[in-house]
């Protein structure tokens, strides 16, 4: 399998290559690699709800609620096509 140049990337596709990644990261336990790649996402796009959803998984693997309940509130608001609002909603349902 030959890697993925992501320069090379349009804008939408380097959004879908990067929750792709972000997510193998973090229900891998990489967690360093998850936090590099999640850098590049919010430099991408801050209110992908994607992105949100991510930082809200991964601060609940770190033990941070605070965070994950506030990510996982704001991937829910930035879900207008409601992507990951399930997701969210699960999160939030393990965090109270």
């Known amino acids: 399998m030959n890697r993925v140049d992501y320069s090379k ?17 973090i229900q891998n336990g990489q967690l360093d690699d998850a936090n590099r790649t999640l850098d590049l996402f919010w430099e991408l796009d801050p209110y992908d709800c ?16 605070d965070d994950a309940r506030i990510y996982s509130k704001k991937a829910i608001e930035y879900d207008t096509q409601r992507e990951v609002t399930e997701q969210a909603l699960k999160l939030l349902a393990q965090i109270d």
């Not at 990337?9 to 990644?21: A, F, G, H, P, R």
């Not at 994607?50 to 609620?65: D, H, I, K």
């Open 9 to 25: 990337l349009e804008s939408e596709l380097k959004s879908d290559y990067l929750y792709v990644k972000g997510d193998y990261f």
């Open 50 to 65: 994607r992105y949100n959803l991510l930082v809200a998984q991964l601060s609940f693997q770190e033990g941070n609620l």
